[in-house]
């Protein structure tokens, strides 16, 4: 268990569980010296943790978690010290959530199809109270239904199944990688305008979990470092070993910062814990590459 997490939800994140001082207690319990609550296209955790920094034993880091397409692809890109007050982060956030609901219809009306369901809207936003109609939220309504067992499609998000482990997150990852998948049709950031909005901001830009959709393409992460990375999040909770020492040593190869993170959710994803992210360095050497990378505010 590392003292450093440089990736962490709130439940400002549309798939996140706990409330900001939880996590700030939580890490506390758990001894952490540095965390960053990184949610999805959101910068409210930020300004909340502020109430409790004077107080808290951790070092908390702004940060936020932005959407962002590349080349017809998504890929997560972290945004580390940036001024959460932007109004830019803002009407991002604004943005993003329109585009999400805009899209629920077709996504539901998609699953139906492939999954053989008969999911209806109204009964899932009214299970969402509120937030977006998310992949996880619906495999979790899925699982609540004992009779999606007989559904070969859904049974291996049940437990025991093979896909069990972290059935809602896994879920939302295999509707994406289908061949019509359900999360297809959403605007998301573009990735360079991305990086130009964190930097803008005095920010570093992180490609989050690349094990997750780069998978060690070397030709995809020169193509990303050429937009202007500031780092890479080489040690993730999803990384086996072999992929941490990929991305390792690609960033130093090529002079981009090494993070760690978690990408703790709770319930999301509940294998996953504060801190477990198969990170060797110390909190101090990871915040070290900070100081000569870090940017002034545009």
């Given amino acids: 268990m590392g003292n450093i997490d440089l990736h962490v939800h709130s439940r400002y994140s549309d798939d996140g569980e706990f409330s900001v001082e939880t996590l700030v207690r939580m890490a506390e319990d758990k001894k952490m010296e540095?965390?960053?609550?990184?949610?999805?296209?959101?910068?409210?955790?930020?300004?909340?943790?502020?109430?409790?920094r004077d107080s808290s034993s951790v070092q908390w880091i702004d940060a936020i978690e932005i959407s962002t397409r590349h080349n017809g692809r998504d890929y997560h890109l972290l945004g580390y010290g940036i001024d959460p007050e932007d109004k830019r982060f803002w009407k991002l956030e604004e943005t993003v959530r329109f585009n999400e609901n805009a899209a629920t219809a077709m996504r539901i009306e998609r699953?139906?199809?492939?999954?053989?369901t008969n999911l209806i809207q109204s009964e899932l936003e009214m299970f969402a109270q509120g937030k977006v109609v998310t992949g996880e939220l619906i495999c979790e309504w899925l699982l609540k239904n004992p009779k999606n067992r007989e559904n070969p499609l859904i049974a291996?998000?049940?437990p025991g199944g093979k896909r069990s482990e972290n059935p809602l997150v896994s879920f939302y990852?295999?509707?994406?990688?289908?061949?019509?998948?359900?999360y297809v049709g959403v605007d998301t950031f573009n990735m360079s305008d991305a990086i130009k909005l964190i930097h803008e901001t005095g920010g570093l830009a992180v490609l989050a979990h690349p094990g997750n959709n780069v998978k060690e393409d070397r030709t995809i992460l020169n193509d990303i470092k050429k937009i202007g990375i500031d780092g890479i999040e080489a040690y993730s909770s999803y990384h086996s070993e072999i992929q941490n020492a990929y991305y390792v040593e690609y960033a130093k190869k090529n002079g981009l910062m090494i993070t760690c993170g978690s990408d703790f959710h709770g319930k999301t994803k509940p294998k996953i814990s504060i801190g477990a992210t198969h990170c060797p360095l110390t909190a101090s050497q990871i915040m070290s590459q900070w100081t000569e990378r870090k940017r002034p505010q545009e």
Avoid: G, T
Wanted: charged letters at 20%; one cysteine or more; aromatic letters at 16%.
């Fill in 34 to 52: 540095v965390v960053a609550i990184a949610d999805h296209d959101s910068v409210k955790a930020c300004l909340e943790v502020r109430k409790f």
């Fill in 111 to 116: 699953l139906n199809f492939y999954l053989s």
């Fill in 173 to 182: 990852w295999d509707m994406l990688a289908q061949d019509c998948p359900a």
């Fill in 156 to 158: 291996p998000y049940f």
